[in-house]
């Protein structure tokens, strides 16, 4: 499978946030499937990568052209688009499931267009929200203030699997891996 990962590029995050990429990358790495990310050699995007890279995965960077000296010399394979929204399109496209870190605007924005983009195409790939101390409570409390409003359909919140650890995350990972397996 290939996961897209949204996540941070900043650097100096506290050690919980740098092991939950950790954490991710190296399961990704052994279990044989493929991550896909922003390609920047920064933050927890690279510490991702670092232990996909180490547990024998495959990386994709999808980068873009105006930070392409900060591309992580990690990946296996690096594309390189014009824009953010061409950025977003081709990691849509490559993933089978999505999952988002701890992050700023950016993840967010990620997250919320890949949703987006989701229930348009009426497609039921997964998207994991690893809710580190509540992160994303106010923009999930909103999410599903407006699926009950007469502006949304619910349709969005059941592509969401929220989890709060790296263990839930771990846990969600091999549940989608095997649901994927079974089909």
């Avoid at 900060?70 to 953010?84: F, G, S």
């Avoid at 790939?125 to 502006?151: C, K, T, W």
Wanted: proline content about 2%; hydrophobic content about 40%; aromatic content about 8%.
């Amino acid at each position: 499978m290939k996961f897209a990962v949204y996540c941070s590029s900043r650097q100096g995050l506290d050690t919980e946030y740098i092991e939950l990429a950790h954490s991710l990358g190296e399961w990704i790495g052994e279990q044989g499937h493929a991550l896909i990310y922003g390609g920047v050699n920064a933050g927890l995007m690279h510490e991702a990568a670092q232990a996909c890279h180490d547990a024998g995965g495959h990386i994709t960077g999808v980068n873009i052209e105006a930070f392409k000296h900060r591309t992580d010399p990690l990946v296996d394979e690096v594309i390189y688009t014009a824009n953010l929204g061409e950025r977003k399109a081709r990691m849509y496209q490559m993933a089978n499931a999505f999952v988002v870190l701890p992050g700023g605007l950016g993840t967010v924005d990620e997250w919320i267009s890949t949703l987006s983009q989701l229930v348009v195409d009426g497609d039921d790939r997964p998207i994991i929200v690893v809710n580190v101390h509540g992160m994303y409570d106010s923009l999930l409390q909103y999410l599903e203030e407006m699926a009950r409003s007469p502006f949304s359909r619910d349709a969005h919140l059941q592509r969401l699997r929220v989890v709060d650890t790296a263990q839930q995350m771990i846990d969600c990972l091999n549940q989608i891996s095997s649901e994927k397996n079974e089909k």
